[in-house]
């Protein structure tokens, strides 16, 4: 499935912005969705997931209250909307796919990956 994350941005520190992923694929509601982020000097981390029809969400202790990941299958879209930025979510986010259903947060577990989006956070 091909993946194309956009929405990313500079905000100041406190605000919101909502990525958004949109996948190629006619069965998209079978994959399980996931967002990572990359930030400068770091390893790739898992940031939140979906299941296939959007009934169980993960998500990183880091991110977690200020984070919603959703999706809407009509569109073959995912979302990542951001609450309350921190310097510290500045990263590159990607978007990506597994299609089997897993709780696994490990990235080697999703096949497709979106090309990523730059969030800059300034405080």
């Known amino acids: 499935v091909q993946l194309q994350a956009f929405g990313g941005g500079l905000v100041q520190a406190g605000g919101s912005l909502r990525l958004s992923c949109a996948a190629s694929?006619?069965?998209?509601?079978?994959?399980?969705m996931g967002w990572f982020r990359q930030a400068p000097g770091k390893e790739r981390e898992f940031v939140a997931s979906?299941?296939?029809?959007?009934?169980?969400?993960y998500y990183a202790d880091s991110v977690k209250g200020r984070f919603t990941i959703s999706r809407d299958n009509t569109k073959n879209t995912v979302y990542l909307q951001m609450n309350s930025l921190k310097p510290d979510d500045t990263a590159v986010y990607y978007c990506?796919?597994?299609?089997?259903?897993?709780?696994?947060?490990?990235?080697?577990?999703?096949?497709?990956w979106g090309q990523g989006t730059q969030v800059t956070v300034s405080s």
């Open positions: 990506a796919a597994r299609n089997f259903p897993s709780a696994s947060r490990a990235e080697t577990t999703f096949a497709s």
């Open positions: 979906i299941s296939w029809g959007g009934g169980t969400t």
């Open positions: 694929e006619p069965t998209f509601s079978s994959y399980v």
